[in-house]
């Protein structure tokens, strides 16, 4: 059974560093990445990492958050820095599965920026 378990989330001030954990079990994932979710808005793309290294990152976090991934630990991080209220959000860590392209997503951590 697949499971993803993110820890690291909290309150930090703006411009401030935060760093985002999630360790996937029951399986092996070709891509795993951070999506978040903002009140009264839809979930986003975060940033994505393919096991070979490959990122994507949206373009209101770059240069400012850094994804990474330990494939032998089967654990992705979200190394975010100078945060701004505005990446206040519920981050969700997500795994696709090889070979079947399953989507699997986490509980979701709060992260909270304040002014």
């Known amino acids: 059974q697949v499971q993803l378990v993110e820890s690291g989330g909290g309150l930090v001030q703006a411009g401030g560093s935060l760093r985002l954990s999630c360790a996937a079990s029951g399986s092996i994932f070709r891509v795993m990445g951070w999506y978040r979710q903002a009140p009264g808005k839809q979930r986003e793309l975060v940033a994505i990492?393919?096991?070979?290294?490959?990122?994507t990152y949206a373009e209101s976090v770059k240069g400012r958050f850094t994804i990474s991934r330990e494939n032998a630990k089967n654990t992705v991080y979200l190394q975010m820095s100078s945060v701004k209220p505005e990446d206040t959000a519920v981050y969700y860590c997500?795994?696709?599965?090889?070979?079947?392209?399953?989507?699997?997503w986490g509980q979701g951590t709060q992260v909270t920026v304040s002014s």
């Open positions: 997500n795994a696709i599965k090889y070979l079947t392209g399953d989507y699997y």
């Open positions: 990492i393919s096991s070979g290294g490959t990122t």
